[in-house]
């Protein structure tokens, strides 16, 4: 939990839910400097600044997990500062470290359609720029090996 401040992060919040019902509901705890409810798509969410620490201390433990119409309130202090996509993608568990994107201004993206073995290490007759001849040679070499024949026979004693 972070440190105690004077401005509470209210979540999980009500689509319904008005700037008056919070103010209603935290007023008994104290001076109200400043109520902001912020809707963004699914996420209704506010802050609630009180005059006193104190008083932020005192409504964080009475109104934790308190339904507002309908809907447990989740309640933090505020951070102080906005927050970015990156900060809530890193909670979401989406990683949000663009360290190893941004290594150096000429890093590329590289292609995601690569083989499974890409790790491995190749033999000699998979160079990549191998010559036709070489490899109609290959290709000699292998259909002039004597294949053993099977007879029906072979298959039902296995």
């Known amino acids: 939990m ?13 689509y319904k839910v008005q700037k008056d019902d919070l103010e209603e509901l935290f007023k ?5 400097t400043e109520i902001k409810v ?9 802050f609630v ?7 932020a ?13 309908g809907q447990a309130m989740k309640i933090e202090y505020a951070s102080g500062r906005k927050r970015s996509t990156n ?12 360290k190893y994107r ?3 201004s000429n890093y590329k993206r590289r292609s995601r359609s690569r083989s499974i073995d890409r790790h491995k290490k190749k033999s000699k007759s ?15 070499q292998y259909n002039n090996k004597k294949q053993p024949v099977r007879s029906p026979s072979d298959d039902l004693s296995n």
């Open 87 to 98: 900060d809530r993608d890193k909670e979401r568990g989406r990683g949000g470290n663009d």
């Open 126 to 140: 998979h160079k990549r720029h191998s010559s036709s001849s070489e490899s109609s040679r290959r290709d000699k």
């Open 102 to 104: 941004k290594r150096d």
């Open 57 to 69: 201390i005192e409504a964080f433990n009475s109104l934790q997990g308190r339904e507002l119409k």
């Open 38 to 46: 912020l809707d963004k798509g699914p996420h209704v969410y506010a």
């Open 2 to 14: 972070s440190e105690p401040k004077k401005k509470l992060w209210i979540g999980n919040l009500a």
């Open 49 to 55: 600044e009180f005059e006193k620490v104190e008083k």
């Open 28 to 32: 008994q705890y104290g001076q109200i």
